[in-house]
C-alpha cells in the first residue's frame, strides 16, 4: 500500500509540467471519501480528481500511478459485471 499525503492547510500549490506554470491546488473534501485507517481519519481523493493532478504533474512515477489505477479500475469494473452476470435472475 501507499500513502500520498499532501498539504491542504493554506494554499497548496504545484508545479504543472504539462502546462509549464504553478498553478492552485483545489482539493474538495466534500466529494473526498472518509475513511478511519491506522486509527486516523483520512480524506481519500475521488479517483477522477487524482488521475487529472497526476497528468498534471507529468511526472514519470505519475505516468506510472495513472496506469495502475485505471487497471485496478478496469479490473473492478470488469470483476463488477462477472458478478451481476452470475447473479440469479
Known amino acids: 500500500m501507499q500513502i500520498?499525503?499532501?498539504e491542504s492547510t493554506s494554499t497548496p500549490r504545484f508545479f504543472n509540467h504539462r502546462d509549464g506554470h504553478?498553478?492552485?491546488q483545489e482539493i474538495h473534501f466534500a466529494t473526498s471519501t472518509r475513511i478511519h485507517l491506522y486509527g486516523v481519519d483520512v480524506a481519500i481523493t475521488p479517483k477522477d480528481e487524482?488521475?487529472?493532478y497526476k497528468a498534471k504533474?507529468?511526472?514519470d512515477v505519475d505516468h506510472l500511478d495513472r496506469e495502475l489505477i485505471s487497471a485496478v479500475s478496469t479490473e473492478s469494473s470488469e470483476a463488477s459485471t462477472e458478478v451481476a452476470s452470475?447473479?440469479?435472475a
Do not use: F, T, Y
Open 4 to 6: 500520498e499525503i499532501a
Open 86 to 88: 452470475e447473479a440469479p
Open 57 to 59: 504533474l507529468d511526472r
Open 50 to 52: 487524482l488521475l487529472l
Open 22 to 24: 504553478w498553478e492552485h
